[in-house]
């Protein structure tokens, strides 16, 4: 186990901890409720899976699975989840509010910063504070996007186990496109259909915590992504990264529609159809959304096929591809002989063009030529057989 390994994998989990107790923290200052600094309790399964992981895996993170990110989202997703339903029903009671007394809706949205009073010690007062004034609103949206970034860095600074480089530069790319896309799925909450809503509220952040899952599963989200651009690596056997009864580009696939692509979409055509928010932004990524999932499909369609014909020729060897070739020269013989007999008198072909005797085997068992038609043993399957192709346009063709 190396020194860099260390380092890395405590500097990965240290910043996994900054980030949940600031997120905690803001979190207490706004209910002002220290029972919510029992989620920090969580933070304390980091210390233990770090020391399995350098105990027992020699510092080489699990290959499938990211245990050390998911303790992560345990922590800062439940505080989120407050932060947010705080925030709406602060909404809401204002709406109700303004709605009595017949007042149009407004908001007083104070600029609040993060500080911590620790008390003075010999008449030196001692105070943490974080030099960000914002809104109640952007806090949420600023944690919210540093918690993605934090996904990102982390699964950078983590050592990479069994991963190569190539597939760990990958996965950070495929985690940054699908950060992408999970930050502008919060754009909803500004509608005001939306944001007055208990339940779609509550369905978009599920939705999100769904789809955040993804970034723990290493390899699988990383092929998920890759196929959908088309960057697929070429694998020796067809069998060798099998993991059940499917391979990890079938997994991947189904991953990605399951936890983010389907459930977007869904959402946004209830937002179109049901609650008419026909803003440009939704039309859009609905649009995406159903492009990604039929591209998906049909890349777990190509997946399979290719399977299936790793296997036959795995199994079958060269045959397979001299069966593939064969049946392809008898397509193409007939192909232009069709053409030479409707095309009599062609200046390509001549009138005086022939037809000879080429070397294939019919895939349909029989042997045809101009007088003889004779079914072909077993045996006779190993050695050549003769098959029509262009030379005289006055032989018939049987």
Known sequence: MSCMSIFRAITARLLFSIHGIITIWRLYLVTKDTRYWYLACVLGFLLIEMTVTLGKKGGKEWKWFCPSLMIYLMCVVPAIWFLELHEMDRRIREKEKTTTNNTEVTYNDSIEQLSANLGSVLG????????????????????????????????????????????????????IGTAADIIEFFEAFKEDQVKYNRILCITILGIWSLSLIQFSLVLT????????????MKRESPDSETIGCCSPDVYGIIISILMQDLPFLV????????????????????????????LLIYRLIVVQ???????????YGSAFDDYKNRGKRIMDSLSLAESASSGTGSS???????????????????????????????????????????????TTIC
Request: glycine letters at 4%; a positive charge.
């Open 267 to 294: 959402l946004r055509m209830l937002l179109i159809f049901r609650y008419s928010v026909l803003s440009y932004t939704n039309m859009f990524f609905t649009s995406k959304n159903t492009i990604v999932i039929i």
């Open 124 to 175: 030196v007062r001692f105070e943490i504070r974080i030099p960000l004034s914002l809104t109640s609103d952007e806090w949420i949206r600023t944690l919210e996007q540093i918690l993605l970034l934090v996904l990102i860095l982390g699964r950078w600074f983590l050592p990479k186990g069994k991963l190569t480089h190539d597939q760990l530069s990958q996965l950070l790319l495929v985690y």
């Open 348 to 394: 390509h072909y001549g009138s005086r063009a022939k037809l000879i005797h080429s070397v294939s085997c019919h895939s349909n068992g029989f042997l045809e030529s101009q007088n003889v038609r004779r079914t072909i043993t077993d045996s006779d399957k190993q050695r050549l057989a003769r098959t029509l192709t262009m030379e005289n346009i006055d």
């Open 221 to 232: 989200a990383s092929r998920a992504r890759r196929d959908q651009s088309g960057l697929v």
């Open 305 to 315: 096929i290719e399977k299936r014909n790793a296997k036959m020729k795995d199994k």
